[in-house]
């Protein structure tokens, strides 16, 4: 072989991850793209935009617009405000930069696992995790900026600084680890069941403890150190609103509130119905399992048992975070998808290393039609932002083409004539109250929080009490949805829809009609 050969040959491995990292990136562009075109992908990143804005106004979170998220999500949206402006641009850009962190980790994570086989090949599988991550997390509501990707981001860097040195972690790093799963924590709670995973990585991988009374010591000391990390950002946001004055405030919103939320019992059935549904859409993540359990089964056997060990906890902790929200909404499984998808990843190299080639063709063809419920969910989620790409851009919107830009262009005129004026989105789309700019007129700007029986507990108040001192303020316009919420007496308060139907035909006329919401006007 020449040595011009052998320098390709050499060239190739290097130039790899590259190539890999670059793809990922821009697959995870292109499957986002959609979403850049409109306001509103999921109501739950409408609120914490909101929340961001007031934030950047002057309000704290918690105080002039209520949620009882962590503090984490609303700084995220207001960085990427204040960086890319105050559009809806910031926010999907936010949400993109998270799928591509969740990717890019994913993927070197993976890469540590199959650290003992060719480069070529490990990089290759590797790159598939990541590429599973970017796919799953569509049909679970991954488009959105929901909270989940942004926490799973700070939890995939906090797991790789734990699985990838080799050899005893120092303190900087222990701290820094700590550090990493204190933000994911502070983005959403259910974090804290992954740190013991990542804590677990810290100990057990080869070379992390010494024999005997020294390796006890090693462990408290990786564990204070952690701790001094994880605790730091929510020690920091109790300062910062005992500085202003805001502490109780915080901690009815963000702390109370959510016990009282994980306090009401479930039916088991809606577990059952949302895992039987995951596995239906994602078979071969969850088949992975199996390959998990019976490499399990083999620790005592390998040279290196302990990678397979902590992909197992990993997934029970993450099972748990999935779990103990209780309600079992999609993006729940957002913290699940990425052990998963490296599991996946570690089973189907592990498969190809078979020196049959038709067990390999037989592996490649199985785990291509096993995406199909995948990709077919995923096309139908991204129908209707596909379908908002082919309408004219919205005047005064940038980018965007969808029907809450095209009321707020509408609205904002009629509002700028009578100064003071409030518009409130009784059921339609509370992204409205950032595209108008208008006085709230409420803190509860989160329809659910007054039409839910469970969210309206969660927060605290009488939701018709506070309907009452909304429609006492005589909001100039109201906004609702033409296709309203089931009317199920055990899950929504019809008192309060009885309200509004009696406040609108008593003092509202229909403004403007659009294909999904509804514009009153005040009557004279």
Known sequence: MSAADSARLEQGPRLLPWLIGAALVLVTLLSRAPAFVMS???????????????????????????????????????????????????????GTSAIVAMALLTWRIARHYLRDQPAVRAELFAGIAGLLVIGTTIPDDGIAANTEIFMESFT????????????????????????????????????????????????????????????VWDMLRLGLLFSVGALAPFLATL??????????????????????????????????????????????????LLWLLGEMRHLSHRALPRGPLILGLWF???????????LYFSHYFLQLLPVLCITTALMLAALFRSPSRALRWAVAVLFLLSLIPMLSRSAADMRRMVEDMGRPPVAGFGLLRDTPAEVAADLNPALAAMPGSEAYVFDGEP????????????????????????????????????????????????????NPDDQNSSARNLDVYAAMNAALGADYTVWKRYDTMVVYRRKP
Do not use: C
């Not at 204190?182 to 070379?207: E, H, Q, R, S, T």
């Open 239 to 288: 300062g910062l609103y005992a500085v202003h004055g805001e502490l109780p405030a915080m901690l009815s919103a963000s702390i109370l509130s959510n016990m009282r939320r994980v306090a009401v019992p479930v039916s088991g059935h809606l577990a059952t119905r949302a895992f039987h549904a995951q596995m239906l859409i994602f078979p071969a993540l969850y088949l992975s």
């Open 40 to 94: 509103v992908v999921d109501w739950d990143e409408s609120l914490y935009f909101i929340m961001a804005q007031q934030w950047r106004a002057g309000h704290l979170p918690y105080t002039a617009v209520w949620d009882n998220k962590p503090i984490g999500i609303y700084a995220i949206f207001a960085v990427f405000q204040r960086i890319f402006g105050g559009g809806i641009l910031s926010m999907r850009l936010a």
């Open 316 to 326: 029970v902790t993450s099972l748990l975070g999935v779990a103990s929200g209780g």
């Open 431 to 482: 992204i409205l109250y950032a595209l108008l700019r208008e006085p709230l007129p409420t803190k509860f700007v989160f329809p659910s929080f007054l039409l839910s029986k469970l969210l309206a507990h969660t927060v605290g108040i009488d939701p018709l009490a506070e309907l009452n001192h909304i429609l006492a303020q005589k909001p100039l316009f109201i906004i609702r949805r033409t």
């Open 156 to 215: 995939l860097l906090g797991m790789l600084w734990a699985l990838t040195p080799v050899g005893r972690i120092g303190a900087g790093r222990s701290i820094a680890i700590g550090l990493a799963l204190g933000l994911a924590f502070m983005v959403k709670y259910v974090a804290v069941f992954d740190m013991f995973a990542v804590y677990a990585a810290m100990l057990i991988m080869p070379g992390r403890l010494r024999r005997g009374a020294l390796g």
